[in-house]
């Protein structure tokens, strides 16, 4: 399975990076052929007069192909972070009715209520402690090694699920960037196929088209970069707060399951509990 997501993944990536050089290269032909008419504009002795246009109408004109695809990439970030807000909380990955539950089933020495709590759930804590049940019966190092490994795969696919914010932030000033070479190449375009006097407004249209998709591409890396950072956080308290939990169910399971109370975490050193050894008295002549 996590085959498989890997696979779906590269070919996000791939998609997308195919996409972007496919845009390269439209938007490069199409600034040549832009550049080219303004150039023969003058030749052919037409005056062009200059009309004002509507600041949303030239943004999106401006913004083009390349402005449009980062407009879907906007889109796909902010269900991306919304979602990520409702699956990544604490009460999600571990439930707080799920914990008080097992708490009680503990006391009362319920340990087959206990396992069927856990296995009827799908959360990362009903995980974790599903999987130091099962082992339990090996020992308690060996439930806690179970465990601690489960909890890895959660956090693993946790991180797989923030992955794309990283993609995003990275991606965001590389596709600003062929819209800046894009500009670029219309506006010098201009200047080279130009023989008569230049208009300072062809040159200056195709330096805003490159100064604004820079900006477009900045504006999604920059709080794509933000929440990377923080459902990263997110998810690696999450993933402390649900093995601190588990492992202190399973020492209270363990030593319930022995009639005794739990020893503390301080006095568990390896899953093994520390004892005090009385030294034998000698013993005195009758």
């Given at each position: 399975?996590?085959?498989?997501?890997?696979?779906?993944?590269?070919?996000?990536?791939?998609?997308?990076?195919?996409?972007?050089?496919?845009?390269?290269?439209?938007?490069?032909?199409?600034?040549?052929?832009?550049?080219?008419?303004?150039?023969?504009?003058?030749?052919?002795?037409?005056?062009?007069?200059?009309?004002?246009?509507?600041?949303?109408?030239?943004?999106?004109?401006?913004?083009?192909?390349?402005?449009?695809?980062?407009?879907?990439?906007?889109?796909?970030?902010?269900?991306?972070?919304?979602?990520?807000f409702k699956e990544l909380k604490l009460s999600v990955a571990m439930p707080p009715q799920v914990v008080s539950e097992a708490r009680a089933l503990i006391e009362k020495r319920n340990f087959k209520g206990v396992y069927a709590l856990v296995k009827d759930d799908d959360s990362h804590f009903s995980q974790v402690l599903r999987a130091g049940l099962t082992e339990l019966p090996n020992g308690l190092p060996e439930a806690r090694e179970a465990m601690e490994m489960v909890s890895d795969v959660v956090h693993t696919e946790d991180d797989k699920k923030i992955s794309m914010l990283a993609v995003l932030g990275t991606l965001g000033p590389m596709i600003g960037l062929l819209g800046t070479l894009k500009g670029m190449i219309a506006s010098f375009a201009v200047i080279a196929l130009n023989d008569t006097q230049l208009k300072a407004s062809q040159v200056a249209e195709g330096i805003s088209e490159a100064l604004l998709l820079t900006l477009e591409g900045v504006g999604l890396s920059v709080p794509a970069i933000y929440f990377f950072a923080v459902f990263r956080n997110r998810v690696s308290t999450i993933h402390a707060n649900v093995l601190l939990t588990a492992d202190e169910?399973?020492?209270?399971?363990?030593?319930?399951?022995?009639?005794?109370?739990?020893?503390?975490?301080?006095?568990?050193?390896?899953?093994?509990?520390?004892?005090m050894v009385q030294p034998p008295r000698a013993e005195t002549a009758g």
């Amino acid at each position: 399975m996590a085959d498989g997501k890997t696979s779906r993944f590269s070919a996000q990536v791939i998609v997308l990076v195919a996409v972007g050089l496919g845009l390269f290269l439209a938007a490069s032909g199409a600034s040549l052929a832009l550049a080219q008419d303004a150039g023969a504009a003058p030749n052919a002795g037409t005056p062009v007069p200059k009309e004002g246009k509507n600041p949303i109408v030239w943004f999106i004109t401006t913004s083009g192909v390349i402005g449009g695809f980062i407009f879907l990439l906007s889109i796909y970030f902010i269900a991306t972070v919304a979602r990520l807000f409702k699956e990544l909380k604490l009460s999600v990955a571990m439930p707080p009715q799920v914990v008080s539950e097992a708490r009680a089933l503990i006391e009362k020495r319920n340990f087959k209520g206990v396992y069927a709590l856990v296995k009827d759930d799908d959360s990362h804590f009903s995980q974790v402690l599903r999987a130091g049940l099962t082992e339990l019966p090996n020992g308690l190092p060996e439930a806690r090694e179970a465990m601690e490994m489960v909890s890895d795969v959660v956090h693993t696919e946790d991180d797989k699920k923030i992955s794309m914010l990283a993609v995003l932030g990275t991606l965001g000033p590389m596709i600003g960037l062929l819209g800046t070479l894009k500009g670029m190449i219309a506006s010098f375009a201009v200047i080279a196929l130009n023989d008569t006097q230049l208009k300072a407004s062809q040159v200056a249209e195709g330096i805003s088209e490159a100064l604004l998709l820079t900006l477009e591409g900045v504006g999604l890396s920059v709080p794509a970069i933000y929440f990377f950072a923080v459902f990263r956080n997110r998810v690696s308290t999450i993933h402390a707060n649900v093995l601190l939990t588990a492992d202190e169910l399973i020492r209270a399971l363990a030593a319930a399951a022995k009639g005794r109370s739990p020893t503390p975490a301080s006095s568990v050193s390896g899953g093994t509990a520390t004892t005090m050894v009385q030294p034998p008295r000698a013993e005195t002549a009758g």
